[in-house]
């Protein structure tokens, strides 16, 4: 189910229509610090975790850079594809910490196999989700949305039950629901 998903080039392609529409209304707020006009300035990745060839479009994070002199402010809009300086897409750093959920071990390393994750990643991952997701302040106020309250110690696929649809649906849902995470607009150096 979730691995045919990601083996779906439709699927990678609505991950990145979203992503265009984020770029497009950060784009249209202007520089967030002065109001000046944004210029494009994508970041270059390579994500890992896509068992599928996609084209060139789709190791582009969308940034953008004021164009004022002195000001010069980047803006970066949120992600359904990236999730912070991880360098696999964010839909793997869900659905493996999903999966990992009840999944025996044999099931479990013919997974991360096909993704090509190591194990070591994958805990990494289940300790990012359990202290560092639960203490962002995103979280905290986001949690609150949902009653009854989602059981911290069941993250990610606790929260992914709460969204309608199908597998593909709730994995969108959840992926823009984490969208402020992914965001940022850091000055530039
Ligand atoms: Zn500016």
Redesign the pocket.
């Known amino acids: 189910m979730y691995q045919a998903l990601l083996a779906d080039a439709n699927f990678h392609g609505q991950l990145l229509a979203f992503d265009r529409d984020l770029a497009a209304q950060c784009r249209a707020a202007g520089?967030p610090?002065?109001g000046?006009v944004l210029h494009s300035a994508n970041y270059r990745r390579k994500p890992r975790g896509r068992p599928v060839a996609l084209g060139e479009e789709h190791d582009r994070r969308f940034s953008f850079c004021?164009a004022?002199d002195g000001?010069r402010?980047r803006a970066t809009p949120p992600s359904l594809r990236f999730l912070g300086p991880r360098v696999y897409i964010a839909a793997i750093v869900v659905l493996i910490a999903i999966l990992r959920h009840g999944a025996t071990a044999p099931r479990m390393r013919e997974l991360t196999e096909v993704i090509g994750v190591d194990r070591r990643t994958v805990e990494r991952w289940r300790t990012w989700w359990r202290d560092s997701f639960t203490a962002t302040p995103f979280w905290q106020v986001a949690r609150a949305a949902f009653m009854p309250p989602v059981d911290p110690g069941r993250l990610p696929a606790a929260l992914i039950e709460r969204f309608a649809g199908d597998d593909a649906d709730r994995l969108v849902a959840l992926l823009r629901f984490m969208g402020p995470l992914t965001g940022g607009r850091m000055r530039a150096r």
Request: with cysteine.
């Open positions: 520089c610090d002065c000046g004021c004022v000001c402010s």
